[in-house]
């Protein structure tokens, strides 16, 4: 009999952990939960040294055997998001046409491509028929399924509304994709405008520049200010010395800033400083506000309890100051307060929001009200969208005429100045 050791969490909503002794993880699990705890974690220990057996690398006639995995370029080890959307969507159909869950599952994975996903349905089809739930088979794919994914779907099991929250799933997973479409279709053009911009800077300054260089330095003029630096920035970009520093040190200044971002307090003051980032930081506030309300709504609806959905809603939240709210949020519902007092002292949430969740504890419809909070904010977020683009646009043509005007200006003044001189 195997020793497993778990990382679960109480009916509080505290995080535990333990061992228990079983002869499959299944059986472990299900120890687990008669316990009144919700497994997160599950690994098999070493009966010896009390390590995991998949810390410890096999030995062949002495000599420790090696597993090298080679990913070949474009070849992902995780369902893309929108697979997942499509495949939550035609499941829920499946199993609201009276098909068994097994049977579901099989006819999924026999229609889709050789790949990861058909992988995964395939090993997941597996551990159900082995006697493993549906919630503990995606709970072994954690880089493909969600925490959010796999505690609803638990909740559907224990609820016996397991379609029902698949309907939700598939509503949610769908309007987070149109969201990502939306952002991204609207940011195409400025980064087209973008990349033109420094191809055409770049040939103007390796190309363009050097020749007039060449031609000014048969001038017995000084030359002007203006025209002066633009030589010397020719230079700098001329020079791959230069170019190796400048580009050093952008990648010296993105390893810094993603260490910063590694430590609690890094992560809370960056997310809290894109907040208040002038134009962008009201979107990303509504994006991650929208985000909230969607998920916290999906989960309480779908059977979820509340404090456990509040653990979920801080680590898929992808907001430090948002999971911070959370804890606070979390850490008042046990010692009895209400939802919305926390969330307005965190200085986070709009009044709209606060209000409506107000109403929502006191009515018993907080998902309802969530939900129209998060509908609410969806379409703020598309405003948003659509005027960012619309500054951006102007903007950006503005600053390359700006540019590129000064570069001409600059070029053109010592040929002026030296036909003022002769006339």
């Known amino acids: 009999m195997a020793v497993y050791a778990y990382v679960a969490m109480n009916n509080r909503g505290k995080e535990i952990s333990g061992s228990v002794e079983a002869e499959t993880s299944t059986l472990a699990i299900s ?41 070949l370029p474009g070849i992902g080890d995780r369902i893309k998001p929108k697979q997942l959307a499509v495949f939550v969507r035609q ?36 551990d ?66 973008t990349v033109a911009a420094v191809g055409i800077l770049t040939f103007l300054i390796i190309v363009v520049i050097p020749t007039f260089k060449k031609m000014f330095e048969d001038f017995d003029t000084e030359l002007p200010g203006a025209t002066v630096m633009l030589l010397k920035m020719s230079d700098v970009f001329k020079d791959w010395k230069s170019i190796l520093v400048i580009l050093g040190s952008l990648v010296g200044l993105f390893i810094i800033y993603k260490l910063i971002r590694k430590t609690r307090k890094g992560a809370y003051y960056s997310d809290k400083i894109k907040l208040y980032i002038p134009v962008v930081g009201p979107l990303i506030k509504k994006t991650a506000v929208g985000r909230f309300s969607r998920t916290f709504a999906t989960l309480i609806g779908s059977g979820v309890p509340i404090l456990q959905a509040l653990t979920i809603v801080k680590d898929t939240s992808g907001n430090e100051v948002i999971a911070q709210a959370m804890v606070s949020v979390r850490d008042s519902i046990r010692e009895g307060e209400s939802i919305a007092s926390p969330l307005e002292a965190s200085g986070i949430f709009p009044p709209l929001v606060i209000n409506m969740v107000d109403v929502g504890e006191e009515t018993g419809a907080l998902d309802k009200m969530l939900l129209k909070v998060a509908d609410a904010y969806d379409q703020e977020v598309d405003a948003a969208v659509a005027a960012l683009t619309s500054i951006m646009e102007p903007i950006m043509i503005v600053g390359m005429g700006v540019v590129v005007g000064f570069i001409v200006i600059a070029l053109f003044l010592p040929l002026i100045k030296l036909a003022t001189a002769i006339v």
């Not at 009390?50 to 410890?56: D, E, I």
């Not at 996903?117 to 597996?126: D, N, Y």
């Not at 072994?140 to 796999?150: A, E, G, I, M, R």
Request: glycine share 8%; charged share 25%.
């Open 31 to 71: 120890q687990i939960r008669d316990m009144g705890y919700f497994p997160t974690k599950v690994y098999e220990k070493s009966p010896a040294s009390g390590t995991s057996t998949s810390a410890k690398p096999a030995k062949a006639g002495g000599v420790a055997s090696m597993n090298i995995t080679i990913k």
């Open 91 to 126: 499941l829920a159909t499946l199993l609201g046409a009276g098909l068994p869950l097994l049977r579901s599952i099989n006819v999924l994975s026999d229609q889709a491509k050789p790949g990861i996903m058909k992988e995964t349905l395939s090993e997941i089809a597996a």
């Open 128 to 193: 159900i028929e082995g006697g493993a739930t549906f919630s503990d088979a995606v709970a072994k794919h954690p880089k493909s399924f969600s925490k959010l994914f796999v505690n609803m779907i638990k909740a559907g099991e224990v609820g016996g509304i397991l379609e029902a929250v698949l309907e939700r799933l598939a509503e949610f997973s769908e309007k987070e994709e149109a969201l990502k479409r939306k952002i991204k279709s609207a940011m195409v053009y400025p980064i087209l405008v």
